[in-house]
């Protein structure tokens, strides 16, 4: 294997000559935005798999991969504390891998001291202790007696947490182990990384670290999947509680019939099926008002997410498909949970790249109107606009980025502008984002931007395109509250340049998830744009068709924030965005962690007049 290229920020080299010449340490870097962190490159054969397989070439990869996370933790000081745990997690699964289970036990200290939500404070490194207790004990990784230390040490330490505290994370846990094997593992090697060796010869840091994912998971995950999902399941069956549902108290129905004031919704999503919010849809020229524009910036007429032909008769199984990941994260027992477990963990190589493709096609063409459904429920006086921005579901990025892409997309923004302000829209959902890492990654994926440098100035450009005009959209309509979903991404959308979740204005608000208890979801986004937090566990709501699923997300936590905003408008419509903000703000319950601001619907209603 050709030796790693490296491309790495100057400041940090400079600081170091600095300090050799005056014999002293080197200062760390502050760093406080993502993309300040250096990216490296490292070479690669074309057939990745062997990479992963091949003892000998993984440790030639994995020694340069060692080297560069562990010189970045030395020499940058990382504001947040997500980017520091994942190059810690990094770096302990390297450890395992490497049989130096003592280093993995330091680093998994190093994690947890760094977590902040409750669950990740209790459980994190759990399995990975586990792991790294059986290697100090000398047993061999994939024998019955590791795998029986392994599960035992989980199972103890499982009963000495707070089930109310770590449940949704055993559940997901349990979901995960139920449905991974190998196809899953070498999936993304495959079908994402392969075809970017293949023509450039390189990973970037960005990319490299699957690799070391896909040989721990074949190493240890998969010998472990049976006996690891028997204890999770186990442990959920024997504290099986039901948790009360804060939302249904706190919830309000608006009653038809009171002559409240009228409240325009607009749902910037992946569009909706109008027919289901009959007589609450605005109309423009008799028929529902659209604006919509497809993936490659082009104005469009349709109304939903094209689907292919030959996949319109399937829509109902891949409906009945997305059902049946939903519940399975959330441990839900139903048919189509144990069709999905069945599929998945038993899926041929040959088939991932379909069913990954068709799941994430579903799932775009029913996000809108899911998103839509929650915004609308229980609020006759809400008017329903469909704002339709059109999300890829490909594996690989089709279209690519490019400049033109980019500037057609930032002219866009302006067009929903308009369209926002013709409807005369007081509240609008965003529950969709995008962050300058990710215009790097999709350059990386396409050929693009030469090397790291290249691509890394390249993405920052069409990134700045798109936020800074999406930023004047919204700053044209100070009027309007734009309530946005903070993110999936368990980090701080402020640290890693998401928009609009990272956006800073008046006018808008970001909102993450917790569920039907107040506790805090395993994935939700949060930083110091985060200021409400509302259910997004397992909320039911239309798809398409007019069939009802219940979906997580913190796409589905933000319209629960729109749905209160537009009652309150409707109830006193002289409120103003910021004094929304604020209303919601103040009638708030916060945890004594200060983390939550569980908005109270009733609270703030009947602050702002409403009296049933």
Known sequence: ??????????????????????????????????????????????????????????????????????GVLAGYDIAERATQRQLLGLLMQLDLLEGRPADALRRADQIQALQE?????????????????????????????FAEAVTAAVASKLEQLPYAVIR??????????????????????????????????????????????ARYNLDFTLPLKAP???????????????????????????????????V???VWDSGIDAGLFPGQVVQEEAKPA????????????????????????????????????????????????????????????????????????TSVYQHGTHVAGIAMAGNPYARLANARIEFGHTLLPDPCPSRELSQRSAANFAAYADFIRRTGARVVNMSWGGNVRAYESALEQ?????????????????????????????????????????????????????????VVLPNVVAVGAVDQAGDEAPFTSYGPTVKLHANGYQVDSWVPGGRRIAISGTSMSAPQVTNLAAKLLAVKPSLKPAELIALMERTADRTPDGRRVLVHPARALAEAGWRP
């Not at 400041?11 to 010449?21: E, H, K, N, R």
Request: glycine share 6%; hydrophobic share 40%.
């Open 168 to 213: 949704n994370d055993i559940e997901r846990a349990k979901s995960s182990m139920e449905t991974v094997g190998e196809t899953l593992v070498m999936g993304r090697v495959r079908e994402v990384l392969q075809p970017v060796a293949r023509q450039s010869g390189t990973l970037s840091s960005d990319l490299a670290p699957a690799l070391v994912a």
């Open 1 to 70: 294997m050709r030796p790693a290229l490296r491309r790495c920020a100057a400041g940090l080299a400079l600081a170091v000559l600095v300090a050799l010449a005056v014999g002293c340490a080197p200062a760390r870097v502050r760093v406080e935005r993502a993309d300040q962190l250096p990216r490296f490159s490292y070479a690669v054969p074309a057939d990745l798999e062997s990479v992963v397989r091949d003892r000998a070439r993984f440790a030639a990869l994995a020694q340069q991969i060692r080297r560069d996370a562990e």
């Open 117 to 145: 939500k409750p669950a990740d404070k209790l459980l994190s490194g759990l399995a990975a202790r586990a792991v790294a207790q059986a290697q100090q004990r000398g047993l061999a990784p994939g024998s019955r007696e």
């Open 446 to 502: 396409c050929g693009l931007g030469g090397d790291t440098a290249g691509r890394k100035a390249l993405a920052r450009e069409l990134y700045e395109m798109q936020r800074d005009a999406l930023t004047r959209a919204l700053t044209s309509l100070p009027d309007v509250l734009f309530v946005v979903s903070a993110g999936n991404s368990a980090n701080d959308p402020t640290f890693n340049e998401t928009y609009p979740a990272g």
């Open 264 to 266: 325009t919704i607009v």
């Open 228 to 262: 690891l999902a028997r204890t999770y399941a186990d442990y959920l069956q024997r504290h099986r509680v039901e948790r009360p549902n804060i939302w249904a108290v706190r919830d309000v129905a608006l009653p038809a019939g009171r002559g409240l004031a009228p």
């Open 290 to 361: 659209l604006v919509a524009f497809d993936r490659f910036g082009v104005r469009s007429s349709e109304p939903l997410k094209p689907i292919p032909a030959d996949l319109r008769g399937r829509l109902p199984e891949l409906q009945r498909r997305s059902k049946g990941f939903s519940d399975l994260t959330s441990n839900i027992d139903s048919p189509e949970a144990a069709e999905v477990r069945e599929l998945m963990s038993s899926l041929p190589a040959e088939r991932f790249r379909t069913v990954q493709e068709e799941s994430r096609l």
